[in-house]
């Protein structure tokens, strides 16, 4: 990569993590009552703005805003649309895998809190990374499935792993979202989108492999690549990449797919100068679901300009600043 590649455009943060949803009350109900999100804003939205930004012609979305700490989801349902489903089958290796890791302060309390609602499990149990693992020994995680099928995380970082806001005293159980990780089918082309393009910095890379790891993801023998990305000024949520090694046979994430599929999610990405983002994308051949930038002048609106695109592997990522 010659230093000419190297982008100036800066991801300053991440504002929110968007998911498309079949029923917004029972979605909402599961991550309010199973994992203590707190309730923001509810709107409903329509017309030519959000249909372009989106890329459904025709949508009306009834867009409810979370919070768990110092993060926010938004649930989006589309009143008027009915999406494809998340396939059954998938599995963690599948293109189209991603999960937001929820932070907990009791792994052990937050299980057992979490099993007294209904949802699928992906990890056999609660797994703890050996000592071994030279990148996050001690850590423990449960990856399973929010009631339409999307993939989440508990995780626990031990004394001296993860981010300082993580250690602080605490009563509550659920603390907040540490990242959104994704399947990728290769981490330099990856990297290439989100370092080099949107100038987003490398925190930590492993090689992740052995029983933990399968029973975490659900598949025998897995080996992934994780490496971890942060927005250039803000320690904040971040973005996991996830390259399986084996199994290799991760299924693409089908072009026909839209917004409001179910399998949908969007992570919004706060950029100094959108413009300058946008053609840089451009100019180098990303996909876009935008067609352009859009303007917004709603109020209630929480960007001013926003544009949709794709990653090389087509998860979908929210260009947006606020000014």
């Not at 498309?20 to 999100?37: C, G, K, N, P, W």
């Not at 599995?91 to 009791?106: E, G, K, R, T, Y």
């Not at 250690?167 to 509550?172: A, G, K, P, S």
């Amino acid at each position: 990569m010659n230093k000419s590649d190297r982008s100036n455009i800066q991801v300053n943060r991440i504002r929110a993590v968007g998911l498309t949803v079949t029923d917004i009350a029972h979605s909402r109900a599961f991550y309010e009552q199973a994992l203590s999100f707190e309730f923001v804003s509810d709107i409903t939205v329509e017309g030519q703005n959000y249909n372009n930004l989106e890329g459904v012609i025709g949508a009306k979305i009834r867009i409810v805003t979370l919070q768990l700490g110092e993060e926010l989801i938004e649930l989006m349902q589309y009143l008027n649309i009915e999406g494809k489903p998340i396939p059954s089958d998938s599995q963690s290796n599948d293109l189209w895998f991603q999960h937001m890791a929820i932070v907990v302060s009791d792994m052990d309390r937050a299980y057992a809190h979490l099993r007294s609602f209904p949802f699928d499990s992906i990890s056999v149990e609660p797994q703890t990374l050996p000592s071994g693992d030279k990148a996050s020994p001690g850590i423990r995680a449960f990856k399973f499935k929010d009631p339409d099928g999307h993939d989440l995380e508990l995780i626990w970082f031990p004394p001296g792993q993860g981010k300082d806001k993580w250690h602080q005293h605490t009563e509550h159980l659920f603390l907040g979202i540490d990242h959104s990780a994704i399947t990728i089918a290769d981490t330099e082309q990856s990297l290439r989108f989100y370092r080099d393009f949107l100038g987003m910095k490398v925190e930590k890379s492993s090689l992740n492999h052995g029983e933990t790891q399968a029973h975490l993801d659900g598949l025998p023998e897995a080996k992934v690549q994780v490496t971890s990305l942060q927005p250039a000024h803000a320690v904040s949520l971040g973005i996991e990449l996830l390259d399986y090694i084996a199994p290799a046979n991760g299924r693409p994430i089908p072009t026909e797919w839209k917004s409001c599929d179910i399998a949908h999610m969007q992570v919004e990405l706060v950029v100094d100068d959108i413009e300058q983002a946008v053609a840089k994308l451009q100019q180098n051949g990303v996909q876009f679901i935008s067609p352009q930038i859009v303007q917004f002048t709603d109020s209630s609106c929480p960007y001013r300009q926003a544009c949709l695109v794709k990653d090389p592997n087509g998860h979908a990522m929210m260009l947006m600043t606020n000014d």
